[in-house]
């Protein structure tokens, strides 16, 4: 069956990066682009992009732009999302999904970053 | 980019009653673009509807989604006691993808 498993919970400090992880089983790996999405306390979501994991080509919500970075690792079949420069409003629940034409059918359970000083 | 309206807020309604949601763009969607989730507290949101109307793998025929262009609609035809919850649309025919804020139904 289809899997996303995430990476356990972070606390950072502000102007931190933080590297969450997705690690995708029971499909072929490569056939879906896997997407970002968070959930700040309270709040609805917000996507954040998306990344090819055949070839890695990724795209990025233009707010994330130099501050986001999406990686692939087809050996593990994990995807990764690097959050930099840490602001107290990143914290949130950052979840990743599959892609099956545009909307997503298969989500993480969610990873929490709670950013802190 | 695109934003979805979502409304009413919060709906209160009853078991057994028939639920209708609304997600309104602020600019007009394929309907082979539009999905609805749901949410529950402390979980992963739930893909229900994709493609505006066709259901998800297990989702229960009770839930049917229609509309296109600008408006769209989530109907729950008759409540069960574990389908309230938070319920999100959410657009994927233009970067950057976009959610509306949500449609809260309460018992």
């Known amino acids: 069956q289809v899997q996303l498993l995430q990476s356990a919970a972070e606390v950072k400090k502000p102007g931190a990066s933080v590297k969450v992880s997705c690690k995708a089983s029971g499909y072929t790996f490569t056939g879906y682009y896997l997407h970002w999405v968070r959930q700040a306390p309270g709040q609805g979501l917000e996507w954040m992009g998306f990344i090819n994991p055949r070839g890695g080509r990724t795209t990025y919500a233009r707010n994330y732009q130099g501050r986001l970075t999406m990686t692939t690792d087809t050996s593990t079949t994990t995807v990764y999302m690097e959050v930099s420069s840490l602001r107290s409003d990143d914290t949130a629940v950052y979840f990743c999904?599959?892609?099956?034409?545009?909307?997503?059918?298969?989500w993480g359970q969610g990873t929490l970053v709670t950013v802190s000083s | 980019e695109i934003v979805l309206t979502q409304s009413p807020g919060t709906l209160s309604l009853s078991p057994g009653e028939r639920a209708t949601l609304s997600c309104r763009a602020s600019q007009n969607i394929s309907s082979s673009y539009l999905g609805w989730y749901q949410q529950k507290p402390g979980q992963a949101p739930r893909l229900l509807i994709f493609?505006?109307?066709s259901r998800a793998t297990g989702i229960p025929d009770r839930f049917g989604g229609s509309g296109s262009g600008t408006d769209f609609t989530l109907t729950i035809s008759r409540l069960e006691p574990e389908d309230f919850a938070v319920y999100f649309c959410?657009?994927?025919?233009?970067?950057?993808?976009?959610f509306g804020q949500g449609t809260k139904l309460d018992i």
């Open positions: 493609a505006a109307s």
């Open positions: 959410q657009q994927c025919g233009a970067l950057p993808y976009t």
């Open positions: 999904a599959r892609d099956v034409s545009g909307t997503f059918d298969f």
